[in-house]
């Protein structure tokens, strides 16, 4: 029973991965220190963007002011008026990369892959060894999965910049995709080499050691925590590690640290129930947790379906056999295991 929940709960984690991926943002501060810090930053940027519009309303065909303020509103997320300075800006002087470039991030934010690409492809024809258009396109061919052409732009931009470490990073994950776990390490060792602040590159590296139950995981999720404090995934990342590597009540620890940044993630309390239920067999504090991650997020059926073999486990069959069908209610039925143990405690 044990060895299936594990895998019921690795199914949980690939498919809830990605809550910690959007909220990487988050860098370095507490809670308050980061309201201060984007309270700061919303007013600096809004005075950038009152002298930016002063100066273009002055001279409307400097298409170097266009450019700055098209930067500010693609940080902002402001596609609308960004897209139509950088397109201003290009209708004014097309001869430079940068502004096709930026056009190309503009695209690739909108999901219009086609026309990012186009942008990428003009300013390689205006410089082909433009380092940042080289990079730009060799982006774009990891997203298009086209690893040839993805390599070939890459090492065009590293003959120019052999020091810059997203080069590396990019080829990390181009490698890790082809299934060369070992030149993937090699790439992403000199990401850090040359960045020693490069967070993405300590993730890819702890969770690639990880997967091969290396200790050494534990080192590379501590250096990320170290870097960036605030990233979700970090956390999850080695309270994960440690939780499938014998070490539960470290795991509960750092589950523990993550919630003290995120205290709504419900991920983190259905694994500290997990450990609770099937590490150290204490059903009765399991139910705590599986409650507290039901009451987050109640549309997980895994969660209620541990939460009633906890029940099974005291053998409360009644709110046991409750929460299986809590279970394939949610799942459309589609739960085997619920039903099993539905079927092992229909006559008790």
């Given at each position: 029973?044990?060895n299936?929940?594990?895998?019921?709960?690795?199914?949980?984690?690939?498919?809830?991965?990605?809550?910690s991926?959007?909220i990487?943002?988050?860098?370095?501060?507490?809670?308050?220190?980061k309201?201060?810090?984007?309270?700061?930053?919303?007013?600096?940027?809004?005075?950038?963007?009152?002298?930016?519009?002063?100066?273009?309303?002055?001279?409307?065909?400097?298409?170097?002011?266009?450019?700055?303020?098209s930067?500010?509103?693609?940080?902002l997320?402001?596609?609308?008026?960004?897209?139509e300075?950088?397109?201003?800006?290009?209708?004014?002087?097309s001869?430079?990369?940068?502004?096709?470039?930026?056009?190309?991030?503009?695209y690739?934010?909108?999901?219009?892959?086609g026309?990012a690409?186009?942008?990428?492809?003009?300013?390689?024809?205006?410089?082909?060894?433009?380092?940042?258009a080289?990079?730009?396109?060799?982006?774009?061919?990891?997203?298009?999965?086209?690893?040839?052409?993805?390599?070939?732009?890459?090492?065009?931009?590293?003959?120019?910049?052999?020091?810059?470490?997203?080069?590396?990073?990019?080829?990390g994950?181009?490698?890790?995709?082809?299934?060369?776990?070992?030149?993937?390490?090699?790439?992403?060792s000199?990401?850090?080499?040359?960045?020693?602040?490069?967070?993405?590159?300590?993730?890819?590296?702890?969770?690639?050691?990880?997967?091969?139950?290396?200790?050494?995981?534990?080192?590379?999720?501590?250096n990320?925590i170290?870097?960036?404090?605030?990233?979700?995934?970090?956390?999850?990342?080695?309270?994960y590690?440690l939780?499938e590597?014998?070490?539960?009540?470290?795991?509960?620890?750092?589950?523990?640290?993550?919630?003290?940044?995120?205290?709504?993630n419900?991920?983190?309390c259905?694994?500290?129930?997990?450990?609770f239920?099937?590490?150290?067999?204490?059903?009765?504090?399991?139910?705590?947790?599986?409650?507290?991650?039901?009451?987050?997020?109640?549309?997980?059926?895994?969660?209620?379906?541990?939460?009633?073999?906890?029940?099974?486990?005291?053998?409360?069959?009644?709110?046991?056999?409750?929460?299986?069908?809590?279970?394939l209610?949610?799942?459309?039925?589609?739960?085997?295991?619920?039903?099993?143990?539905?079927?092992?405690?229909?006559?008790?």
């Amino acid at each position: 029973m044990k060895n299936v929940s594990r895998f019921i709960i690795v199914f949980i984690i690939a498919n809830a991965a990605i809550f910690s991926l959007i909220i990487l943002g988050n860098c370095g501060k507490s809670r308050t220190q980061k309201t201060e810090y984007e309270a700061t930053y919303v007013d600096s940027t809004e005075k950038q963007l009152q002298v930016l519009t002063k100066r273009i309303a002055e001279d409307p065909n400097d298409p170097s002011l266009l450019y700055q303020r098209s930067l500010i509103y693609y940080r902002l997320q402001n596609l609308y008026k960004g897209l139509e300075d950088i397109i201003r800006a290009i209708s004014i002087d097309s001869s430079e990369v940068k502004y096709h470039l930026l056009l190309a991030d503009f695209y690739y934010a909108d999901n219009r892959i086609g026309e990012a690409r186009e942008c990428i492809e003009k300013g390689l024809k205006l410089n082909p060894d433009d380092v940042n258009a080289n990079i730009r396109m060799g982006e774009l061919m990891y997203y298009l999965t086209d690893y040839v052409q993805m390599f070939s732009h890459l090492d065009v931009a590293l003959k120019q910049d052999p020091y810059n470490a997203k080069i590396y990073f990019i080829k990390g994950m181009g490698f890790k995709e082809m299934g060369d776990t070992n030149l993937a390490i090699s790439s992403f060792s000199t990401t850090i080499e040359q960045d020693p602040d490069y967070f993405d590159a300590y993730m890819q590296l702890a969770n690639i050691y990880a997967a091969k139950h290396n200790p050494i995981a534990i080192q590379y999720y501590n250096n990320a925590i170290q870097i960036n404090p605030l990233m979700i995934e970090a956390h999850y990342g080695l309270a994960y590690y440690l939780q499938e590597n014998g070490k539960p009540d470290d795991a509960i620890k750092i589950y523990t640290d993550l919630l003290s940044i995120d205290p709504t993630n419900a991920v983190a309390c259905h694994n500290i129930g997990y450990i609770f239920l099937f590490f150290k067999n204490d059903p009765t504090a399991a139910i705590q947790w599986f409650n507290r991650s039901a009451s987050l997020n109640p549309k997980v059926a895994n969660t209620y379906y541990h939460r009633g073999y906890a029940y099974e486990v005291l053998k409360d069959y009644v709110k046991a056999r409750e929460n299986y069908n809590l279970a394939l209610e949610i799942a459309e039925g589609n739960f085997p295991l619920a039903s099993q143990r539905l079927e092992q405690i229909l006559n008790k």
